[in-house]
């Protein structure tokens, strides 16, 4: 019988729904914490983000459904066994964490970040200018699900939109502009905000260096809702430092949680929130999640192909 | 010769707008501050907020063309002669307030806030839960040209928007449900969010009682971008104190400036910017103002009825 283990906050509505799913398999529940050595290298198919390093590369393991649009962990060699499906939850976080990235961009616009730290001193004082969403270029890099939702939010408060993909394709709804990833450096200069929203791949570690930060306006907002490393943080806390950007809204950082030493804490220009636009914090991320793994046990039940499958060499979606 | 005195930051281009409007009239320049009382009891026409004590009911003043969509200082019985004309510049703020405290609802709705706060401690510390905009009920009060500007933007961001209005209309685009204000206790405990840009007038003072406090859900955000004395300022610090609202984003308040020891300062579900939505944070919002300014002086050299003419009886434009 094939056993199915699920690591994910399920209630008693989620199970009835996953257990409804595939009727002849086996659940048992647990969380990534308790999931034990044993539980893991048992269990079929795996719906949650065990840690990585308890896999094992498990023979029986003939299912991943992460939790994570994220894939970085369980690509690397070793992990999972040849023949072992990945599937992520790419499509659960759009609107979480693109409403995320998109309101940071807009409060840093109106400079609520600065009034906020003026409050903490009881101070009522004038910030000066502020620019508006309604008179801006937003450039979005990376057009999954998040990017795509964030160009189109942006575009109905009255944006300019940009928009950067991997791969050539149809015109994308709200996207005014859009290009390859080759053409990055032509259209930096041009964004008022730039919203970035690229998985951790080889393909995008450092991607925001030095040389592209330099190519930002001096009055750009940067936002990170994607990995941490694809900012060089060293030169990202230079330009900020230096006044070479307005400021940067990141949900993600490199290293991740950022130290308490860190100096990017400190800059008054960089607004962080700790990873959390994601996760279960908006409680139809969830929901969504619980649907795409239903979907995939029905998929596997019947041996059918299963969706939104991980592609090993560069850990999107196939 | 009509004498117009000009009080508002006008640049090279702003002055050759408004002295092309009216070619015969005669112009002079100063700030609020360094008008004198002899240059105001001398002007036919004032285009500015001079001090409100310093015009003396000058017989000679025909218009007072407001650079303010407030006109309270100035419907007092005493400061303008019977005959003057007074005129607003409702329409200019439309676009930077309702932006601005559209955005504080929508910061708070993730809890940015908090995340600042927790950001001045260096800590990277989860604060659970958030809400969506686009699931949220948005009830706006008062819609004037910044309340539809607001009702517009939540609509495009997928709420359900409930307006309450003065008088009745016809229906409002980007309003699902449009009441008269008597229904407002009947529509308070359905909104997620409640944006009021109430003008101060004598019939909105205190409007947001502590019993019409209470009526709001404890998930509520409140949101103030019309005069702070719209609300009771000590029954709202009750009301957030004892969470009975989940927050309040407050552009005005009661006093204004807040006193340095006033303890609404130190509620970390309050965000308090120090009235500056408006004012000339926005560049468009100046040009908007020279605009309406110059089409008056236009319409004041031709003999021709003012736009925005306040109404002394209500302090709303007629």
């Excluded at 694809?230 to 950007?245: G, V």
């Excluded at 220009?269 to 995939?296: C, M, Q």
């Amino acid at each position: 019988m094939t056993k199915v283990l699920v690591v994910i906050p399920a209630q008693e509505e989620h199970r009835a729904k996953l257990e409804a799913a595939a009727p002849e398999f086996e659940f048992v529940y647990s969380t990534p914490k308790d999931a034990t050595e044993e539980m893991i290298a048992e269990a079929n198919i795996i719906i949650g983000n065990v840690p990585a390093g308890k896999i094992k590369a498990s023979e029986n393991l003939q299912l991943l459904q992460l939790n994570s649009a994220g894939t970085d962990a369980y690509i690397v060699p070793g992990v999972l066994a040849k023949g072992t499906l990945l599937a992520n939850a790419t499509g659960a976080y759009s609107k979480a964490v693109a409403e995320h990235l998109f309101i940071m961009g807009l409060a840093m616009q109106k400079k609520l970040h600065l009034y906020r730290d003026n409050q903490a001193r009881s101070a009522w004082e004038d910030e000066g200018l502020v620019t508006s969403i309604a008179d801006s270029t937003v450039l979005v890099v990376g057009l999954g699900d998040i990017g795509t939702h964030f160009a189109r939010m942006a575009k109905a408060l009255g944006a300019h939109t940009i928009g950067i993909k991997r791969r050539a394709s149809e015109p994308v709804e709200g996207v005014d502009e859009l290009y390859l990833t080759d053409e990055l450096d032509n259209v930096l200069p041009r964004a008022d905000i730039i919203a970035s929203f690229l998985p951790g791949t080889g393909a995008t570690a450092g991607i925001y260096s030095a040389q592209r930060l330099a190519l930002m306006k001096d009055t750009a907002i940067l936002l990170n809702g994607g990995r941490g490393n694809a900012i060089d943080t060293d030169a990202l806390y230079e330009a900020l430092k230096n006044k070479k950007l307005f400021g940067a809204g990141l949900d993600v950082t490199n290293p991740e949680p950022l130290p308490e030493d860190h100096p990017l804490w400190k800059l008054d220009n960089v607004w962080i929130t700790p990873h959390i636009s994601g996760g279960f914090h908006l409680k139809e991320t969830f929901e969504r999640i619980v649907n795409i793994a239903a979907k995939n046990l029905s998929h596997m039940a019947k041996g059918e192909p299963i969706d939104n499958e991980v592609d090993f060499e560069t850990g999107y979606r196939k």
